[in-house]
């Protein structure tokens, strides 16, 4: 509980809280106009303060670290225990609370007495000892965790759990049930309310290391996907018949080196062999030459025919002419020269027939002798090789070799990659069965939270009824609520917190004896409620916070709070704070106005 806030700012409007309801206002002031507005007058920035004090961070956009404010320190006087206990944090000095000597001696942070020191020495404690202190005092939290379930990540802590007895709006804690925060993970929400709601919070924890293992495979698949990996991965489908034929191969190139026989003179041999096939080779054609020469040749030697003169005599006759002696004999010399020429033709056809013959027998033996050389050279050399080709087929063995073990090591990591995402499938699936146990274990503690929630649901609604879910899931415990009508993000939504929030408060008193006996709630959690809901509410969570000897602050628009009360039949007035806030320039809780960045 809170018995006070106040500050060394001189402006700052001190409030003091008594048990029960305590309704801080934000009222017109009389100067203001329409184009005023009451969201700056506070009500907010007390949720604020309050954690500040309760020891949230104060990084460089903090309300805290705000020039106006830096300097000054605020106070909180909290019911520990049986003890109210002040303390006090600056945004100058943000890592510390300042406790007065007693307090501090009472809380186990024993000073060395000064002699000389006046009775209201302050003691400066590390914030994270603060917070260790109202985690033991209000959650039952451990003050030392090492050895305990509490050791390690993802084990409830003070600042996840105190989240949802003063939601804050400006990190989004209005916007669903089992959250306190926008950028709360499961991993936290779903510890925090399992251990709140008195469940098996370990089992909820697993679930985060199930995550944080798959999120690693999930990002390490991607990359192999995308190709950004694929070189160092890949699938194990596709691996295989790579090593199997670079397996393959090894083996061929293994047998080359066993076998090999180095040849002192293999290269001056395969030299010339190679020269002797280029010799061959152009034998070949020459010969195919020849052979088309010959063939001509005898064909024009076989065209050769002596002209045919004796027709001529037989055309004249029959023509009826006969040619006279001289003429005879013109044709006989004409005819026997002619002959001659035949002759010395044909003569000359054999004597080129001959000469091709010739050379084609010369390149035939010369064709054979290069062709025996070759095969003779071929056969010396045959399973042998030059030492170069043997340190080459080396080399070549070594890099399959170590390609090979490459492969070998992508396809163990591949299997293992694959393997484990089968296992956390496995995993899913043990885990919601050991969720589900640990539910049925725990039927009482879901009983008593929905039971609460009900009685908060049918004090707001006559006409609505609604339920609190509690489901295990393959991802973990789930926690969610439904009303009629409910779902829009309007007033129903924001009375789900609150039916949510109060039932968490009465649950916390019986599980750790007292608990924070506080909750607190800005007007922002009524905004879309009908009045009569938000009557309802107060006197609802007036009557939660008797049950537990706390307090349940509010902080409401005097317009919303006049609508309220004319709608109940508790009047609300006597728990009005007697500090009003106002819209006015002054009449805010800082006594200023300031804008934040």
Not at 495 to 506: E, G, H, I, Q, V
């Amino acid at each position: 509980m809170i018995r006070s806030i106040s500050s060394t700012l001189p402006t700052f409007k001190s409030l003091g809280f008594r048990s029960g309801l305590n309704i801080i206002l934000a009222d017109v002031a009389e100067t203001s106009t329409d184009r005023h507005t009451r969201n700056s007058a506070g009500k907010t920035s007390l949720v604020e303060i309050i954690h500040f004090l309760l020891g949230s961070d104060a990084g460089k956009t903090s309300l805290f670290k705000h020039e106006a404010l830096i300097d000054h320190t605020f106070t909180v006087e909290l019911l520990l225990g049986d003890r109210w206990i002040r303390a006090s944090r600056s945004g100058a000095r943000d890592d510390e609370i300042v406790l007065s000597s007693a307090d501090a001696d009472a809380l186990g942070f024993a000073s060395a007495p000064d002699l000389f020191g006046s009775s209201d020495e302050l003691t400066s404690i590390p914030l994270d000892a603060w917070k260790e202190i109202l985690g033991g005092r209000w959650f039952a939290l451990p003050a030392g965790r090492s050895g305990t379930d509490f050791a390690g990540k993802g084990a409830p802590s003070f600042r996840q759990l105190v989240g949802y007895f003063a939601r804050r709006r400006k990190v989004g804690g209005l916007n669903a049930i089992e959250k306190n925060g926008s950028d709360q993970q499961p991993a936290s929400w779903q510890v925090s309310i399992s251990y709140l709601l008195g469940l098996d919070w370990r089992v909820a924890r697993k679930f985060q290391d199930m995550r944080d293992r798959r999120k690693a495979i999930s990002v390490l698949s991607k990359a192999i996907n995308d190709g950004d990996l694929g070189e160092i991965f890949g699938t194990t489908a596709e691996i295989r018949p790579e090593l199997a034929r670079a397996e393959e191969q090894i083996e061929k190139l293994r047998s080359q080196v066993d076998s090999f026989q180095v040849h002192d003179s293999y290269r001056d041999l395969a030299s010339q062999a190679a020269a002797l096939k280029d010799s061959a080779t152009e034998l070949t054609f020459a010969l195919a030459e020849a052979d088309s020469a010959v063939e001509y040749i005898t064909k024009a030697l076989d065209q050769e025919t002596p002209p045919a003169y004796a027709d001529v005599e037989r055309l004249y006759a029959a023509a009826g002419v006969e040619l006279p002696d001289v003429a005879l004999r013109r044709f006989d010399e004409v005819k026997a020269f002619q002959a001659s020429v035949a002759t010395n033709r044909r003569l000359y056809l054999q004597q080129q027939i001959d000469e091709v013959f010739a050379e084609r027998d010369r390149l035939r033996e010369e064709l054979e002798i290069a062709t025996g050389k070759r095969t003779e050279i071929l056969r010396a050399l045959d399973g042998k090789g030059a030492f170069e080709d043997l340190i080459r087929l080396r080399e070549q063995f070594g890099e399959l070799v170590s390609r090979a073990e490459t492969l070998r090591s992508k396809l163990k990591h591949a299997a293992a990659l694959e393997n484990n995402k089968a296992l956390l499938k496995v995993e899913a699936a043990d885990l919601e069965l050991m969720l589900r146990h640990s539910h049925e274990e725990a039927e009482d503690s879901i009983k008593r939270a929905t039971v609460l929630v009900d009685h908060a649901i049918t004090t707001l609604y006559d006409d609505r009824t609604g339920n609190l879910i509690v489901e295990a899931t393959r991802s973990g415990p789930k926690f969610r609520m439904d009303i009629q009508g409910g779902g829009n993000k309007g007033g129903i939504d924001m009375m789900k917190l609150f039916c949510f929030d109060t039932a968490l408060l009465r649950i916390a008193f019986d599980r750790f004896a007292p608990g924070p006996r506080m909750l607190v709630h800005d007007s922002h959690l009524f905004d879309g409620v009908d009045s009569r809901q938000v009557a309802q509410a107060l006197v609802y969570g007036m009557e939660i916070a008797g049950e537990v000897g706390g307090q349940y602050i509010v902080a409401l628009n005097s317009d919303e709070f006049d609508k309220a009360e004319l709608a109940s039949d508790v009047d609300l007035k006597p728990f009005v704070n007697p500090v009003k806030l106002t819209d006015d320039e002054t009449g805010g809780l800082f006594g200023f106005r300031f804008d934040l960045e």
